[in-house]
C-alpha cells in the first residue's frame, strides 16, 4: 500500500484538533469506521498540508518505520528548498547545509544521533550569528529551517514558509507537492 495511513481512532488518541476532526469525518462520510486507514494524502486534500504533517504523528503502527524515513527526509527538502535565501546572503557560511546533509544521512542510517546533534547546534549557532544582515529574520528563518530539519516536520515546512516572506503561499504549494511526491512511492523507490 502506498503513502502512508492513520485512522480516526489513532487521530483521536493523539487529541485531534476537535474541529478538524469534524470536518475530516464529516467529508469522508459514514463509510470510513473508526479503524478505516484514511491516507494522508486525503487529509491534504481535505483539510491541508498542516494537518497532514500532523497526521504524521499517528500513522498506522505497521508504517511508523517508513514514515520516520520519510520525515526525516521531507524536513531535509523542505530546508534546502530554502537554503539558497541564506546562502545568497551568507555565501561561506556550510552550516545549514551541512545540518540538511546530516539530517539526510541520520534517516537513511548513514549518521549517528550525536552527529546530528552536533549539526543541529551548528545550524542553530549560524541562525544567533546572522543578525548582521540586512534580512536578518530570513536568513534566521532559513538556518532555523536547516535545524528543525533535525527533528520536526511541522517546523521545518513553517520555518521554510517563513523565510520565503512574500511568497509563503508558493512555498506551501511546492511542500503540499513534494508532500505528495512522497506519498505515490514505494518505500523502495524512496530508500
Known sequence: MKGLHTTFALVRKAEACPWVYKAVAKALGEAYGENTPISLDKIIELSGLEDALWALQCVLPEEKARRDKLAWLLMADYAEHVLPIFEAEFPLDPRPR???????????????????RKAREAAWDAGNDVWTSRDAWVARAVAWAARAATWDVSWAAGAARDATGADWAAEQEWQTRKFLEYMDKDIEELF
Open 98 to 116: 551541512e545540518c540538511i546533509r546530516v539530517s539526510r544521512a541520520y534517516a537513511l542510517g548513514k549518521a549517528s544521533l550525536s552527529e546530528l
